[in-house]
């Protein structure tokens, strides 16, 4: 079996992700027309492969080299099985609760046993946090949010966020009230590589990335709160209020809920790397890559979207995000696919998902 070259990076023992970061409305449009077709996800904690049920493919082959990842889309694949919407809500953290132990039973029932033991370790967070809450990368925020955010923010100007309003009003907003010197200092001290490195992302992962992530992040948020609008991201609102308002992710939301649990039967849940799928001589129409062509060295990343490339089928699409290490099609197979420019302007400025520098949506000529 093809070993992928991360595996040997970085430890895989915990959830990184207790939800997606990723914005899957962007996604799925990216994605295009995959009515029938074979669509490949990383599975990070699970919610965009489930969002890709709703284009109505035959299946959906799910892969990730972390066991805690794919518990991650088991748990959720409970929780449409046996809660309810509301029920839903409640457990991933999106809605305050005490009857999150409770529901986390229900929604384990027929699970397998591994599942649930590994589930249960967690249920004291779960019950704190929401199951979307629980991992490294969400903890990072609520640090962010609960220690460091009230020294340079009251909570009157964090609410005041998220009231619509238009664009010009959203920069005076920032410039006013919000992009304060403290703030910036804040941004500067937090998202040092350093910090970063300890708390957030495993320190593996800044191998191949460029620049300061405090600048980058200064520019993310520039596009999060005057591009987009404040009160339709639901990330902002769990980054800067630990839970969400009226706007959720596109998986979370109620108008998918039955179209997901009547298709769960369609995901095709392989553990292991991506390199592993490829290697099967399958072909698949569309792939929801993440961003894990970041995590690679270019030499490595040239390697693995030439075998992604002999895995799809004419007229498939490739979508994929950089955070700041910059990936699009390598030159040696530039003339394999059509870079679609005119899907990608069209969706980067609704990426709610507001950290990533870029989205790429790349497709298979015939
Ligand atoms: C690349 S990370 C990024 C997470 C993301 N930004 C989010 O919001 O969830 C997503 C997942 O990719 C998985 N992963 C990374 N490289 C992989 C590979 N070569 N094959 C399969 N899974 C991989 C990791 O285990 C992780 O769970």
């Not at 082959?61 to 088991?74: F, K, T």
Request: charged content about 25%; hydrophobic content about 45%.
């Amino acid at each position: 079996m093809q070993r992928s070259e991360i595996e040997a990076k970085a430890a895989f023992d915990h959830i990184r992700y207790a939800q997606l970061w990723e914005d899957a409305d962007v996604l799925t449009e990216g994605l295009g027309d995959c009515a029938g077709g074979t669509l490949v996800s990383i599975c990070s904690a699970g919610d965009n492969a489930l969002a890709m049920l709703t284009l109505d493919p035959k299946k959906v082959v799910v892969v990730d080299l972390s066991p805690a990842q794919i518990a991650c889309l088991q748990l959720r694949i409970g929780m449409f099985r046996n809660l309810d919407h509301a029920e839903f809500l409640a457990l991933m953290g999106a809605r305050p609760s005490t009857e999150r132990k409770v529901l986390l039973v229900k929604a384990l029932a027929g699970a397998a046993p591994e599942v649930q033991a590994f589930w249960n370790t967690l249920a004291d967070e779960v019950a704190l946090h929401g199951a979307g809450g629980v991992g490294k990368f969400e903890r990072y925020f609520r640090i962010f949010r609960t220690r460091l955010l009230p020294l340079v923010h009251s909570r009157k100007t964090i609410d005041a966020i998220f009231v619509s309003r238009p664009k010009a009003a959203r920069q005076a907003f920032l410039d006013r009230w919000f992009n304060t010197w403290r703030w910036r200092l804040l941004l500067n001290v937090f998202f040092s590589r350093f910090v970063m490195g300890r708390m957030g992302r495993d320190k593996a992962f800044f191998d191949h990335v460029e620049g300061s992530p405090a600048q980058h992040v200064a520019r993310r948020i520039h596009h999060a709160a005057v591009i987009g609008d404040p009160a339709q991201n639901s990330y902002l609102h769990w980054i800067m209020k630990g839970t969400h308002g009226e706007a959720l992710p596109m998986t979370w939301r109620a108008e998918h809920f039955e179209v997901i649990k009547s298709r769960l039967d369609r995901l095709d849940i392989r553990p292991g790397s991506l390199e592993a799928f490829i290697s099967t001589g399958e072909k698949a129409d569309g792939f929801n890559l993440s961003d894990i062509f970041e995590y690679m060295s270019p030499e490595v990343f040239a390697q693995v979207y030439g075998s992604i490339l002999r895995a799809s089928a004419p007229g498939a699409r490739l979508v994929y995000w950089n955070m700041m290490a910059p990936r699009r099609v390598p030159q040696a197979f530039a003339d394999k696919v059509t870079t679609r420019s005119d899907i990608e302007d069209r969706l980067k400025p609704r990426d709610k998902a507001f950290f990533y520098s870029d989205l790429v949506v790349e497709e298979v000529k015939g």
